[in-house]
C-alpha cells in the first residue's frame, strides 16, 4: 500500500521544471520592477531632510524607505526561488498540466481540445538568457510557462500545436 509521501514524490517528479536561469532572470527583471518607488522614496527623504519639508517628516520617510527596502528584498531574492521550486508543467497526449502559485499553490488541466494557438514571447531580459515564454491560449484565458530555454519552448510549441491539431479530428 502507498503511503501519501510516496505518491506526492511521483508527482513532483512528473513535473518538469522552468530552466535555473530564469531565477536570474526573475531576479533581474524584479530588481528593475522595484528599485523605482525605493529609489523615490529614498530620494523624498533626503530631499525632505535637506530642504526641511514640514509635511515629510524624517522618521516617515526612513519608515517607508525601509518598506521599499525590505519588499525589494524579497521580491529579488526569496520569491524568483519560491516560484522556481513550485511551478511545473506536464504534457500529456490530452491536455496540458500546470502547478503554479506563489502562496496558494493551483494545478491547471488545460485539454487539448481547448488549445486556440500556443505562442512565444521573449522580451529583452528572458533573451538575454535565452529563455522565452510559451503561452498556451483558449477560447477562456491564456496559461503561460515562462521559463523555457528557446529551444526547448519552440519544440514544445510545436508539440502542443500537433497534440491539440490531433485531437481535433
Known amino acids: 500500500m502507498e ?3 510516496t505518491v506526492e514524490t511521483r508527482k513532483e517528479e512528473r513535473f518538469r521544471r522552468l530552466h535555473p536561469d530564469w531565477i536570474a532572470a526573475s531576479r533581474l527583471g524584479s530588481a528593475y520592477f522595484y528599485a523605482i518607488p525605493l529609489l ?3 530620494a ?15 522618521w516617515a520617510g526612513g519608515a517607508v524607505t525601509l518598506g521599499f527596502a525590505l ?4 521580491a529579488v531574492f526569496r520569491v524568483p526561488i519560491l516560484i522556481y521550486n513550485r511551478f ?6 490530452e491536455e496540458v498540466e ?8 493551483t494545478e491547471t488541466l488545460v485539454p487539448m481540445t481547448k488549445v ?30 515562462a521559463g523555457l530555454k528557446s529551444s526547448e519552448a519552440e519544440s514544445l510549441k510545436r508539440t502542443i500545436g500537433e497534440l491539440a491539431r ?4
Open 3 to 5: 503511503t501519501t509521501e
Open 40 to 42: 523615490a522614496a529614498a
Open 44 to 58: 523624498l527623504t533626503v530631499l525632505g531632510a535637506l530642504l526641511n519639508w514640514n509635511w515629510l517628516p524624517i
Open 71 to 74: 519588499l525589494f528584498a524579497f
Open 88 to 93: 511545473g508543467f506536464v504534457v500529456y497526449e
Open 98 to 105: 500546470i502547478r503554479k502559485g506563489l502562496f496558494f499553490i
Open 116 to 145: 486556440q494557438h500556443v505562442e512565444l514571447e521573449s522580451g529583452p531580459i528572458l533573451r538575454k538568457y535565452d529563455l522565452a515564454e510559451l503561452k498556451i491560449v483558449t477560447a477562456a484565458t491564456t496559461h503561460s510557462i
Open 166 to 169: 490531433r485531437t481535433e479530428e
